[in-house]
């Protein structure tokens, strides 16, 4: 069962609505296709104006861009391509003056290979930075130390002919696995995030934090059992037992949380996949020694929205504590329009969606463009730039689908850039701009701007327990309540109109002409009483 919060002891970060920016595709500044931090900044009253509490920039560090910015080469440095230092200062001191927090991503788990500490790694194994990655002989007959597979496709080993060893990486083989088991990396890493928190930022969010620890022991993983869905990676054959989630991550998360505590109030969110991911973010989150918040998988890829699938999905937090955080899209998840609803719903469906992610109880974080209704772009093979989706080419949804450039204004760059976009823009896209919604008093974004006010202006929707969840055919309701106040909380999911027996309560938010007691298609209800 969740707890109430008392408002007035509240950290910032508690209950936040959280904006989540994908520099490459935000705004261009100097004409060369890709966004920068330069463009953020200018931008940034736009995000004030939508009510969120927080911006998430995704990295942005000195990297070879195999991962577009995941595979780092320099944490303590900005990539060219998204400018310098004194850009990233010049950030966090305009958002800071329109109340805005800032998060950046930490990414523990793996270096680029050009990384410095890499090359030091594998030049011999006498260097003080040779333990610094995951190494290990071959089998006998010169094959990879064990089973396990690169999210990406093959195994997540390369052999190294310097060291006359196998490197794992979960990912590309150009992202070598950190050994973070090791003391040394550990004090290198706190030292990246003591680096960027003195240069002012307010949070970190924890890339892939729970592939950060790999079994010492490197036994093979299990098969995993047949549930049904296509496997197109050989990593979908497994069950990630031993290549993830050691237990001993809980006392490296335990140092994290010690220096942001140094710093005062910064917020760390941890993102976690897996098999275990509700137990892990749990544990990750447990007491006031770890981290705030993590989230998942659970709605980022579900298939389908139902009223169980979200239920499942809040009830597995409700009955294990901590405090969740909630995002429908993000850049490697499908936008959820295109999931979730056939075409001629989209626009109905979006305004229900963010109604219901702004009623949860967590932190919300909402996808640059998600408060446009932005679909899912088609990118042809030709033109695609993310290599999961290139190496899966075509039973893989290009990532790149959801990172396709901002649109700011109804032409053909969309006033993204004045050069040539490093992805397209799509016409299905480009008419749901800013510039066109904010002309608009019944747009997606005015509606965004409306639920996010509703939200952060009453108690028991941002920090409130969250009971008595239920479905009713097509129905998902619930109750939110603290400060006395309750807010019943009722969305159809479906695009056929139901006729309920109504909860008690005033309606101060009724989204695509829903009332007390009939929801339309797609029609969402908050009812406040007060307590």
């Known amino acids: 069962m969740s707890r109430p919060i008392d408002p007035a002891k509240a950290p910032w970060w508690r209950g936040a609505a959280v904006y989540q920016i994908y ?51 320099d944490y303590c440095d900005v990539d060219p391509t998204f400018g310098t230092l004194a850009d990233f200062d010049a950030l966090v001191a305009r958002a800071h003056a329109l109340g805005l927090k800032v998060i950046v991503d930490q990414v523990y788990a793996h270096t680029s290979d050009l990384h410095p500490w890499f090359a030091a790694s594998r030049s011999s194994r006498e260097d003080q930075r040779a333990e610094w990655y995951v190494w290990a002989d071959p089998k006998v007959d010169g094959t990879p130390p064990n089973n396990w597979q690169s999210v990406f496709g093959g195994p997540a080993w390369t052999w190294d002919a310097r060291r006359g060893q196998y490197y794992m990486h979960t990912f590309l083989k150009e992202q070598p ?55 197109t990676r050989p990593f979908d054959f497994q ?30 969110v941890a993102e976690v996949g897996g098999d275990k991911a509700i137990a892990e973010m749990q544990v990750y989150t ?11 998988f659970d ?76 679909e899912q772009d088609q990118i042809p093979f030709e033109l695609l730039q993310d290599p999961e989706a290139i190496a899966n080419w075509p039973l893989t949804l290009s990532r790149d689908g959801a990172r396709t450039p901002m649109p700011w204004r109804d032409e053909d760059l969309g006033g993204f850039t ?3 976009p490093w992805l397209p823009l799509s016409d299905a896209n480009l008419a749901r701009a800013v510039e066109r919604q904010e002309a608009d008093s019944a747009s997606q974004l005015a509606l965004t701007r409306q639920v996010l006010a509703i939200r952060k202006a009453h108690p028991a929707l941002r920090l409130g327990t969250l ?26 999911l479906s695009p056929d109109p139901v006729v309920l027996t109504a909860p008690a309560g005033e309606p101060i938010l009724a989204i695509n002409g829903a009332a007390p007691g009939h929801l339309p298609g797609f029609g969402a209800l908050y009812l406040r009483e007060t307590v």
């Open 286 to 296: 447990q007491g006031d020694h770890r981290l705030n918040s993590a989230y998942g």
């Open 23 to 73: 520099p490459r595709s935000y705004q261009d500044t100097n004409g060369d296709g890709v966004g920068d931090l330069a463009g953020i900044t200018q931008r940034l009253d736009y995000v004030a104006s939508l009510g969120v509490d927080a911006i998430w920039i995704s990295p942005f560090y000195t990297s070879p861009m195999r991962d577009f910015g995941y595979d780092v080469a």
């Open 239 to 268: 069950t990630k037992l031993y290549s993830q989630s050691h237990p001993d991550m809980v006392g490296f998360i335990e140092r994290i949380r010690a220096v942001c505590d140094e710093y005062g109030a910064i917020h760390t």
């Open 418 to 420: 004045t050069g040539h």
């Open 299 to 374: 709605l980022l890829y579900a298939p389908d929205l139902t009223p169980q699938i979200a239920i499942d999905a809040i009830e597995r937090w409700s009955t294990g504590g901590g405090w969740p955080s909630w995002a429908f899209e993000n850049h490697d998840a499908p936008r959820a329009v295109s999931r979730w609803c056939a075409p001629a719903d989209r626009e109905r469906f979006a305004a229900m969606k963010m109604a219901l992610l702004a009623a949860l109880r967590g932190n919300i974080i909402v996808y640059q463009g998600e408060e446009l209704g932005l």
């Open 467 to 492: 009971e008595k969840a239920r479905a009713d055919g097509a129905v998902l309701s619930f109750v939110r309540e603290a400060a006395g106040e309750r807010v019943h909380c009722l969305f159809n």
């Open 177 to 231: 696995q950190l050994n973070v088991h090791n003391p040394a990396v550990q004090d290198a890493l706190l030292g990246v995030a003591r680096f960027w928190l003195d240069r002012g930022v307010d949070g970190f969010r924890l890339d892939a934090l729970n592939h950060s620890m790999h079994d010492l022991l490197l036994r093979d993983n299990p098969p995993a059992p047949d549930d049904g869905r296509t496997r």
